[in-house]
């Protein structure tokens, strides 16, 4: 079975700052590793995901995270926090050969503040 | 191009009652999923359908059921509905629903609200 655990429900950073989502998963075999975003009453938008190709991805809205095998880790980065960023992220996992049954994580708020 | 469309966006029902919630992918995807997503928690799955027949099935109750259509539009049967089926219910749709090069786009949702 797989899953993923998210460290912090609730992140604050500064607008201009350095934003960090941490993930961790738990995996048997190899897992593809997704992020998605959740703005206030809508569904949910893919940011990135990994599948096994480059370790170090590249989303949209100039985000990225880092696959880290020894790790178990996913954890989610951008640089320069927006106002327009304040949402609410989720990690989420699947496995290789497992159809496409995405197992989510509990979700980490983002809040940024001027 | 059009997105994953849900209806309807939001519902009022009592205990007991039944609900039925739809689905269209985008265009062109085979493959649907349902997840329930109650208030403040990640999303849980409840069932796969690719090309018409089941794929995959979380840990929900005889209760719930689904079926794919042959223009892939999916339906969410829930009966006997309960206070805790109160939430989000969304549905994502994909090309192949699996693989390396799959992924799920999500519809808005539709939120359920049990009396």
């Known amino acids: 079975a797989q899953s993923v655990t998210q460290l912090g429900s609730h992140v604050s950073v500064s607008e201009g700052a350095l934003v960090l989502l941490r993930c961790n998963y738990s995996?048997?075999?190899?897992?593809?590793l997704f992020w998605y975003v959740q703005y206030p009453n809508q569904g949910l938008q893919l940011l990135l995901k990994?599948?096994?190709?480059?370790?170090l991805v590249k989303g949209i809205n100039g985000f990225e995270a880092e696959f880290k095998k020894s790790e178990t880790s996913f954890h989610l980065t951008k640089p320069s926090a927006h106002m327009s960023d304040a949402a609410e992220y989720f990690c989420?996992?699947?496995?290789?050969?497992?159809?496409?049954?995405?197992?989510f994580g509990t979700g980490t708020q983002l809040k940024v503040e001027l | 191009d059009a997105g994953v469309t849900q209806s309807p966006t939001h519902l009022i029902k009592t205990r007991g009652q039944h609900v039925t919630l739809r689905c269209s992918p985008i265009s062109g995807h085979k493959s649907v999923s349902w997840y329930q997503q109650v208030l403040g928690q990640g999303p849980q799955f409840i069932f796969q359908?690719?090309?018409?027949?089941?794929?995959g099935r979380g840990n929900f109750p005889d209760r719930f059921s689904a079926r794919q259509f042959p223009n892939y539009s999916s339906e969410l049967n829930v009966n006997a509905l309960l206070l805790g089926d109160s939430a989000l219910y969304l549905c994502?749709?994909?090309?192949?629903?699996?693989?390396?090069?799959?992924?799920?786009?999500f519809g808005p949702g539709t939120r359920l609200t049990v009396l």
């Open positions: 990994y599948t096994s190709a480059a370790t």
């Open positions: 995996s048997s075999v190899p897992p593809y």
């Open positions: 989420a996992v699947t496995l290789t050969g497992g159809g496409n049954k995405l197992t």
């Open positions: 359908y690719y090309e018409k027949e089941e794929r």
């Open positions: 994502a749709s994909s090309l192949v629903g699996g693989g390396s090069t799959d992924t799920q786009y």
